[in-house]
């Protein structure tokens, strides 16, 4: 173990930035932790995930999930704070997929905001709640929840064609 990866696990909640300060930034640091280094593109279409997602605790690279007819992304995780989260916060899907977001009931109200306005879902903190949104177009799609977003409550719909 080097003494960076000792800076590291002393760290028990480390964000993924102090985690690369702590072994030195950087291409290799960021490959060493399985996580893109800040500034880099985290996926090819040119969109920079890292810098929507600068303020969101729980986003660790995006989780694929192609080949599904349906994926489950739960509303009100532990995120940003409190339950402000969406879990998984960046999901890769394949055109003709249904995304269901289930909420929690842990939190507050929270809802699911287009960022482009192309959906919306009502506000609600019920536990089992859920909204869904096939999605027939290859493209990314942030979206938020409008009363946390400022505490970093967003997410990502990388959809491939």
């Known amino acids: 173990m080097t ?15 102090a985690a690369l300060r702590a072994v030195g930034g950087g291409v290799a640091a960021g490959s060493a932790l399985g996580v893109a280094p800040a500034g880099t593109r985290a996926q090819s279409d040119g969109t920079d995930l890292a810098s929507w997602f600068e303020n969101t605790s729980n986003y660790d690279g995006v989780v694929d999930r192609t080949g599904q007819s349906e994926v489950t992304v739960d509303v009100g995780v532990e995120a940003n704070g409190g339950y402000y989260g969406y879990g998984p916060a960046a999901v890769r899907v ?3 997929t249904t995304v269901v977001w289930k909420w929690t009931g842990d939190g507050s109200y ?29 493209g990314t799609l942030k979206y938020y929840c409008t009363p946390h977003e400022m505490l970093g409550m967003k997410g990502v719909v990388v959809v491939e064609g």
């Open 110 to 138: 929270h809802n699911v905001v287009a960022e482009d306005g192309s959906f919306s879902s009502q506000q609600a903190r019920e536990a089992g709640h859920t909204y869904s949104q096939t999605f027939e177009a290859a």
């Open 94 to 96: 394949s055109t003709g």
């Open 3 to 17: 003494e960076s990866d000792s800076a590291i696990e002393a760290e028990p909640r480390c964000s993924r930035r």
